[in-house]
């Protein structure tokens, strides 16, 4: 069974970086052809994916978070990691990640983790 978990800051100041960390157990972040994605929900919005790193290591943004978001991995530690930068009180939400798994769909998520940017 695949597990994932998210960790996050909590709090965030305007204009700093959010970092938020994936662990997957259960399953490796490498095994052909899992995507691993990071999607959000902000209060009383609907869900927004922020984008996917794949099992080779290819990063795929969202275009209107682009320019903010960098995805990256750390395979000794099956781990997966968001970073958002120049966050403003809009990008308080709460993260999730997921796997994507066959036929383009979503079969494992995490329990989301609260992110919130005040000052």
């Known amino acids: 069974q695949v597990q994932l978990q998210e960790s996050g800051p909590g709090l965030v100041k305007p204009s700093q970086t959010l970092s938020g960390t994936c662990t997957v157990s259960g399953g490796s972040i490498t095994t052909n052809y899992y995507y691993w994605s990071w999607i959000r929900q902000p209060p009383g919005k609907g869900l927004e994916w922020m984008g996917a790193i794949a099992y080779d290591g290819s990063t795929y943004y969202s275009p209107s978070l682009k320019s903010r978001t960098s995805i990256f991995r750390d395979t000794s530690k099956n781990q997966f990691t968001l970073q958002l930068s120049s966050v403003t009180p809009e990008d308080t939400a709460v993260y999730y990640c997921?796997?994507?798994?066959?036929?383009?769909?979503?079969?494992?998520w995490g329990q989301g983790t609260q992110v919130t940017v005040s000052s």
């Open positions: 997921a796997r994507v798994g066959d036929f383009f769909s979503y079969d494992y």
